[in-house]
């Protein structure tokens, strides 16, 4: 069992940028991806890490802008949002599990992570 906990969260204007954190309550070697809920959309896909970072991939919508890291000495995931706007407000969800591919098919899919953080509120205004 991985217990995850997002924090980072909170409301900036266009342009700013925020760092989210997904910290696990022990060990974490799973592979990790966030995603994303916007108010009356279903959640996306935003980035993955694999456990080895061998694996980095961005949903095209945030490529260029965000990065996703990992500390594994602090089981913490990192994602950094730069260049906000106000289409990136959701509440953003980290996950971790063991991908059995690494193909885009695959990490997109919500389903094939095991364990999910609670959510923290990205704001972004205009």
């Known amino acids: 069992q991985v217990q995850l906990v997002e924090s980072g969260g909170g409301s900036v204007q266009a342009g700013g940028s925020l760092r989210l954190s997904c910290a696990a309550a022990?060990?974490?070697?799973?592979?990790v991806g966030w995603f994303r809920q916007a108010p009356g959309k279903e959640r996306e896909f935003v980035a993955v890490i694999s456990w080895n970072d061998y694996l980095i991939s961005y949903d095209d919508s945030v490529k260029g802008r965000f990065t996703i890291s990992r500390d594994n000495a602090k089981n913490t995931v990192y994602l950094q949002m730069n260049s906000l706007g106000p289409e990136d407000t959701a509440v953003y969800y980290c996950?971790?599990?063991?991908?059995?591919?690494?193909?885009?098919?695959?990490?997109?899919?919500?389903?094939?992570?095991?364990?999910w953080g609670q959510g923290t509120q990205v704001t972004v205004s205009s």
């Open positions: 996950a971790a599990g063991a991908l059995r591919y690494y193909t885009a098919n695959y990490y997109r899919e919500e389903s094939h992570y095991t364990y």
């Open positions: 022990a060990r974490n070697r799973y592979d």
